[in-house]
């Protein structure tokens, strides 16, 4: 958005449009690799030589992380810019999505997906940039974009994290998230293309 020569807020749609389907990317990749997860425990159990009720320490680690980064993320967000945010939020999630596949210890797993969790403010830190940039009648329709990625990054992740588990190992469930790198490399590229701020 920006300020016209009259002082009035008018909106860039093309930006918007951008912003809307990188956020919806974002949230479809980043729910791709935790569905993906689901159908790999009992193949990370076995291959850690660990029981069931600790595998889920797996699940719940990230759960925990999230919880704990999330409030501490938002009050970074008001104070530095969520733009800014997401994008730092980005590429330590992909840092670490890349790190567990290669984690050579059930503990060190688990340490590596409870920073992981930071994951979970991506949602809250998305839905307050679009409240914030986007133009009113637009906010419902991303809000329910967004929503609605969740579900679809699911109902793939979970057939193909099966596919992917069984043929190649639980690692390749998230090595195969490796996109989420160049998804977070573009948006820190594009970190400063927000608000605009035309001069009289």
């Known amino acids: 958005m920006y300020e016209n020569v009259n002082g009035e807020v008018e909106f860039d749609k093309h930006y918007t449009n951008r912003v809307m389907a990188l956020l919806a990317f974002i949230v479809i990749i980043v729910m791709y690799v935790e569905g993906m997860l689901t159908p790999s425990l009992r193949s990370i159990a076995t291959g850690f030589g660990v029981s069931a009720s600790q595998v889920s320490l797996v699940l719940s680690s990230y759960l925990v992380g999230g919880v704990a ?82 579900g679809a990054g699911f109902a793939v992740s979970l057939p193909l994290g099966s596919l992917v588990s069984n043929d190649f190992g639980w690692r390749w469930t998230y090595h195969s998230g490796s996109a989420i790198r160049n998804c977070s490399h573009h948006h820190s590229y594009n970190n400063d293309q927000g608000v605009q701020v035309q001069e009289t």
Do not use: H
């Open 69 to 150: 980064l999330t409030p501490v993320i938002g009050k970074l967000g008001d104070i530095y810019g969520k733009k800014k945010m997401l994008s730092i939020s980005m590429i330590v999630y992909a840092i670490f999505v890349s790190i567990t596949g290669f984690s050579p210890n059930f503990t060190f797993m688990v340490v590596s997906r409870t920073i992981q969790g930071i994951g979970l403010t991506i949602l809250p830190l998305g839905m307050s940039l679009i409240r914030e940039e986007f133009p009113k009648e637009m906010v419902p329709k991303a809000q329910a974009l967004i929503s609605a990625m969740f």
